[in-house]
């Protein structure tokens, strides 16, 4: 078991992936006039491992999700009030050819490729493998 300096236990990439597989609701954050913005979404990864979220044309996500550069975020378990989980993605996004099983009706499908993943749990402090922090 891995652990970062904040005592959290590293994901693997598989583990990742796996655990963005039960969830539907996550994040994707975008550049939007020169500015960050966060916009919550429903997802599903694809069986080539990329994130697959759906908007309506002319959109803020739309317009901002064409070959650009963003970053996701999920986390779970799901349901939870203090999730346990969290998991990253950095990758290239792109609109979906209007064919794609991913694209229904009249909305925009967009696909997140997973350039960078990256996740982290929070391990229960009641497991003798947690490690003991104490605060300063």
């Not at 901002?64 to 975020?73: I, Q």
């Amino acid at each position: 078991m891995r652990l970062d300096n904040a005592g959290l236990r590293v994901l693997t990439r598989a583990e990742c992936l796996h655990l963005l597989r039960t969830v539907m609701v996550g994040r994707v954050a975008i550049s939007h006039r020169a500015l960050p913005m966060i916009l919550p979404v429903h997802f599903q990864v694809a069986d080539d491992d990329s994130i697959r979220i759906q908007t309506a044309p002319g959109t803020t996500l739309d317009r901002a999700t064409d070959r650009a550069v963003v970053a996701f975020e999920a986390e779970g378990p799901p349901g939870a009030v203090d999730p346990s989980w969290s998991v990253i993605v950095h990758g290239l996004a792109t609109h979906l050819e209007p064919t794609d099983r991913f694209t229904e009706g009249d909305l925009v499908g967009i696909a997140i490729s997973v350039g960078e993943i990256s996740g982290r749990e929070v391990l229960d402090v009641t497991d003798p493998m947690a490690p003991a922090f104490t605060s300063a």
